[in-house]
């Protein structure tokens, strides 16, 4: 793969890579925003942004373990594929896994290729999208926006805490704004062949809402904006856009229904995409107000924008290009907050235009020589320190090391009053240094100085080298599966999932069983047979009724874990 005019850079890729001409041409599209813009580099600010923010998504980015149970899960998929050489049929645990489209696993799995199997490699394509995307954002909307706008929107995009830490994960979520934010960029400078090209990236890479998304809010925006006419309809080019699409996205989703059948469509359609919008994965976690709080926190150390952007709003609809970013994140939003599954990354895609509309608040401010905004400083002190607080009373035990907390807390607030300062001086360049200072603090403190505390409580890394050393006698080992991605990616135990003694969950199971749903997650037996081991999380194992605990005997525990060896129990309910 060559990349510009000025130097030839070459990429080894294995062989099994070259058995697969599908996968090679899923794989091209993703270069075509080089084609246009990043080849010839011409313009430092794009080349800055992009170094800056792969630095940051990617320094010390290997010094936490996965977070349970997300990351693993894409891991080890992503190893299996790169073990198996079965690049089409996404597996887990030896099984076929329907859960998501293959792209961020295909990414992963190359990373594996060419860097190791290793956390930072599984991390390493959520690095170069979200830096791909601040970029691209700023070379695409300087012609819309200007200069000034583009550039403050995009530095903003990259710093914002929810964009910052899902960069340095390795889930799916940055693939796929990266995509999105290109498909609907691009339709918004009226570009259709990479506007649907991305549509078909953004099908690969979280599915059906690849299509729905860009469909929805352009027709959104062109209802809003008083543009829905036949012409403008046409206009779009979606009589050859949608097989254009359709081409890109749509092969691998035919091969797997011709494979699996109707297992795939199930599982995949039915169940991970239509059952999730509709029924509550995590009901007890679910409000409609979620997403209120989590854009707040999310857009730290940006929050205090957020009141200026809505008080602006009524003239910015007046700008179609405007318009268009506060259809694009609103609809996001609310789309999310309706959905029966919430979970914080989910509107991720709403931050580029978030941020695009912080930047041009912050750059008319600053070109219109106003007086400093009282309410932006009132807000921006206020979520400085409701963040300082927060660290400070966040459950992470530290034992004798609590001074850490305080230390960041600290220089949270010390960042903070500076930009407070900065702003009110109307240095606004040093108002932005100064934020992205505070949120680089914040970040690389949390990947180094408490990196043990957070391991210790959201992953299994400790617990599986525990694992490693126990004698198993080779009998079976049931893992709860929480632990089971961690377990496989970091041991190669598989071992079994742990059945769920919830009974409403029980049910649930048999329920998508019956459907033919295919998880191989799910365990439907309703209890462990005697001479296994169990491997299960401690508050988990308190909620368990008594009858499961007979037989139980703790060999060890580990952070948030358990080990048990159940043994028999006589008729008369003691343990052989």
């Not at 036949?230 to 080019?237: A, F, R, T, W, Y």
């Not at 893992?479 to 598989?494: K, N, Q």
């Not at 079994?496 to 749903?517: C, H, I, N, Y």
Request: overall charge positive; proline content about 5%.
């Amino acid at each position: 793969i060559c990349w510009g005019k000025t130097g030839l850079y070459c990429l080894r890729i294995k062989w099994r890579l070259l058995s697969f001409p599908l996968l090679l041409w899923e794989s091209l599209p993703l270069f075509f925003i080089f084609t246009k813009s990043y080849i010839t580099m011409k313009n430092k600010h794009a080349l800055f942004l992009f170094i800056f923010s792969f630095l940051l998504y990617g320094i010390f980015s290997a010094f936490l373990p996965f977070l349970d149970p997300d990351e693993p899960v894409y891991g080890e998929t992503a190893r299996e594929m790169l073990l198996t050489g079965n690049w089409l049929s996404p597996q887990i645990y030896g099984n076929f896994w329907f859960d998501k489209p293959p792209l961020f696993y295909w990414l992963d799995a190359l990373s594996f290729s060419m860097f190791g199997v290793s956390t930072w490699a599984a991390r390493l394509p959520s690095a170069l999208t979200g830096a791909a995307t601040v970029s691209y954002l700023y070379l695409s909307t300087r012609n819309l926006i200007g200069e000034k706008p583009a550039f403050y929107g995009s530095f903003i995009c990259a710093t914002t805490l929810e964009t910052a830490l899902l960069a340095r994960s390795a889930v799916t979520d940055m693939t796929l704004t990266f995509t999105l934010t290109v498909a609907l960029i691009s339709f918004l400078r009226k570009e259709y062949i990479p506007a649907y090209i991305f549509c078909g990236l953004a099908l690969l890479a979280k599915g059906p809402v690849g299509f729905a998304f860009p469909a929805v809010i352009v027709f959104l925006w062109l209802a809003l904006s008083h543009q829905v006419s036949v012409e403008n309809i046409m206009s779009l080019k979606w009589y050859w856009g949608i097989p254009l699409a359709c081409f890109v996205g749509l092969p691998w989703f035919v091969y797997m229904g011709i494979t699996h059948g109707s297992v795939f469509i199930d599982t995949f359609f039915g169940y991970h995409n239509l059952a999730r919008f509709t029924t509550p994965e995590h009901a007890e976690k679910n409000h409609i107000w979620l997403f209120f709080v989590v854009f707040i926190l999310g857009f730290f150390p940006w929050s205090g924008t957020i009141l200026g952007i809505l008080r602006r709003l009524p003239s910015w609809k007046k700008d179609p290009f405007l318009l268009f970013f506060a259809t694009w994140a609103a609809f996001i939003f609310i789309f999310f907050s309706l959905s029966s599954t919430q979970l914080f990354s989910y509107i991720l895609p709403m931050f580029p235009p978030a941020s695009v509309l912080a930047g041009k608040y912050l750059a008319e401010w600053d070109s219109r020589g106003k007086k400093t905004s009282s309410l932006f400083l009132c807000t921006h002190l206020f979520f400085t320190v409701l963040t300082a607080a927060a660290v400070i009373f966040a459950p992470v035990d530290l034992g004798e090391s609590t001074w850490k907390l305080w230390c960041l807390s600290f220089f949270l607030l010390a960042f903070g009053f500076i930009s407070f300062y900065f702003f009110k001086a109307k240095q606004l360049k040093r108002f932005m240094i100064s934020q992205a200072a505070m949120l680089g603090v914040f970040i690389f403190s949390v990947s180094i100085f408490f990196s043990s505390a957070i391991s210790s409580l959201f992953c299994s890394e400790n617990i599986v080298q525990k694992l490693l050393v126990t004698d198993r006698e080779d009998r079976p080992v049931y893992i709860d599966t929480f632990y089971r991605p961690s377990i496989a990616f970091y041991s190669h135990i598989y071992g079994e999932p742990l059945p769920s003694f919830d009974r409403s969950r029980q049910e649930e199971a048999r329920r998508q069983k019956e459907k033919g749903v295919d998880l191989p997650t799910v365990n439907l037996m309703t209890d462990v047979p005697a001479n296994s081991y169990i491997l299960v999380q401690r508050k988990i194992f308190e909620k368990w009724p008594d009858k499961q605990k007979k037989g139980l005997e703790l060999l060890w525990e580990k952070d948030t874990a358990l080990f048990f060896k159940k043994s028999p129990v006589t008729a008369g309910g003691h343990t052989e």
